[in-house]
Every structure is written in structure tokens, then in C-alpha cells.
């Protein structure tokens, strides 16, 4: 699979690219003669060509629902206590503490 001057030229136009134009070039090269182009291959290609390409932003890793640090925090202070090392709890925990101190 060889790109072509004038793939190049369409990706260029089409600068910056991202995911979904990735895609959409990827459909758009592919055939019996010129072979299968990724969208791995096109975004690959792109940065090889200097051809701006901007990421997809990495998925949240928390939807919602307070740090665990803001957990810690809001229990040592309805303590009055230091509580080092609470951290390391998983946050249902942390969660499920701060909301039984929060009923008494």
C-alpha cells in the first residue's frame, strides 16, 4: 500500500485531521487495487508528513463522584483526626464512611 501524491494532497486540505477524518480517508483509499489503509496507517502517515493531527482526549477515568483525597479530607474533618495512609482505601469505602459519619 503506497499513498499517492494526491492522497496526500487531500489529507493536507483537510488539515488538521482527527479521528473520524482518519476514518473517513481510511474508507476512502481502500480498494482492490491500492489495497487496505488503516486509520492507524492514515494517522501514522500524517504525522510522518507533518500533517497536523489532533488526539482524541484520553476517556475520564472518573465519571463523577469526589477524589479520593476530597474523601479523605471531608472524613478527617468531620473527625477532627490526621488520617494518614486512608488513601490507599478504595473510594466506595471512603464514600460509605463519610456517609455513615455524616448520619450520626
Known sequence: MKYTEEMLATMEKAA????????????KFSSKETGNFT???II???????????????AAKRAKGATKTQLVDAIAKKTNAKLSGLEKATAQSLANLLDS???S
Open 16 to 27: 488538521p485531521l482527527n479521528l473520524e477524518k482518519a476514518k473517513e480517508f481510511a474508507a
Open 39 to 41: 486509520v492507524q496507517s
Open 44 to 58: 501514522a502517515k500524517a504525522k510522518a508528513n507533518g500533517i497536523d493531527y489532533v488526539s482524541k482526549a484520553p
Open 101 to 103: 459519619l455524616s448520619d
